[in-house]
């Protein structure tokens, strides 16, 4: 399923096989993860790195051909996420922080993803997955970005006991349980009047839910904002006890409207977190049995993406969509 115009659907496509480079897997898809990244591409609110493209960075593949090095044997399955390749030389890669890479390359943006039959992906960017016993493949898929970037942003809330979740989809319905795992209280903030969406995370465990409009009963340690909407970040300014931290979990976000000093005085901050690093990628799948993170799918056969996407728009379902192999 092929992006070949930026605002408009998604189109069937038959493309000549990928051909794999030296360090590159190729991979058969089983199952791929969608992200609300995919539908800001879809949508044109982020510039895709080349059309025609294939979206998709959530990829559970199975190794058709291994890489020159061997990292990956035929036959195994591999996680496919959105940090597709870095240069391993700037000052980010250096320092750890790959997430920040000034020439890094996403799948699904730079390289073609997931949303396909066949695919190719670096072998030293493909994750290990925990066992099919007890993650088949479409129950893993949205691990791999929902679940490992809302982990990312779980550790910028340090030792947050009081923690809100603004905008409950696929990623903050993964966080939730590692956040509750680790003792901590959830606030889950969904879109006004959603008692769906309200009922979906008290049953996830979360102490209080209501609309994004609403003030928690408690003021909150941290904030992770899940929702691209920038009128929530001052929302969950509010909500914040002195020291707190919001976390902007998303890509992409309409602008912030200002708001008084006084919102932001007495140590409260606000942050970003930018894509993942291979070591939260290895850190959270490890972490996942553990708890054990269980994940919410519906699923669409691949022919229906532009479906999948619709729907992710809509709201219309509770947790994450995965697309399965054909
Ligand atoms: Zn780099
Ligand atoms: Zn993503």
């Not at 039959?117 to 993650?135: G, I, M, Q, S, W």
Request: a negative charge; one cysteine or more.
């Amino acid at each position: 399923m092929v992006l070949e115009t930026a605002g408009e659907p998604l189109q069937p496509a038959e493309l000549p096989d990928p051909v794999p480079g030296p360090d590159d897997v190729l991979l058969r898809v089983r199952a791929c993860g969608i992200c609300r990244t995919d539908l800001h591409l879809r949508d044109g609110e982020l510039s895709p790195g080349h059309l025609p493209l294939v979206l998709g960075h959530q990829i559970v593949g199975e190794v058709l051909a291994p890489d020159a090095a061997g990292l990956h044997e035929a036959g195994t399955r591999v996680g496919v996420p959105w940090l597709g390749w870095t240069c391993g030389e700037c000052r980010y890669c250096r320092s750890g922080r790959e997430n920040l890479c000034e020439r890094a390359r996403f799948t699904g943006r730079d390289i073609d993803g997931g949303y396909a039959e066949l695919t190719v992906a670096d072998a030293r960017f493909c994750l290990p997955l925990p066992p099919e016993r007890d993650y088949p493949d479409l129950q893993v898929a949205p691990l791999l970005c929902g679940g490992l970037i809302g982990y990312r942003a779980l550790q910028m809330a340090g030792e947050a006991s009081r923690l809100g979740l603004y905008g409950f989809g696929a990623s903050a319905h993964l966080v939730c349980q590692v956040a509750i795992h680790q003792d901590c209280k959830v606030y889950a903030f969904t879109r006004p009047r959603d008692e769906a969406g309200q009922a979906f995370a008290r049953e996830l465990g979360a102490v209080w839910a209501g609309g994004s409009d609403e003030t928690p009963p408690q003021p909150l340690d941290a904030a992770i904002v899940f929702a691209p909407a920038g009128a929530l970040v001052p929302a969950a300014l509010r909500a914040l006890a002195p020291g707190g931290t919001v976390i902007c979990a998303g890509i992409h976000m309409s602008d912030i409207p200002s708001f008084p000093y006084a919102d932001l005085w007495r140590e409260r901050s606000i942050r970003s977190v930018a894509n993942l690093t291979r070591e939260d990628g290895t850190a959270f799948l490890a972490l996942a049995p553990q708890v054990p993170v269980r994940t919410t799918v519906t699923t669409y056969e691949l022919a229906r993406a532009e479906q999948a996407l619709a729907d992710l728009r809509a709201g219309a379902f509770e947790g994450a969509a995965v697309l399965t192999a054909i």
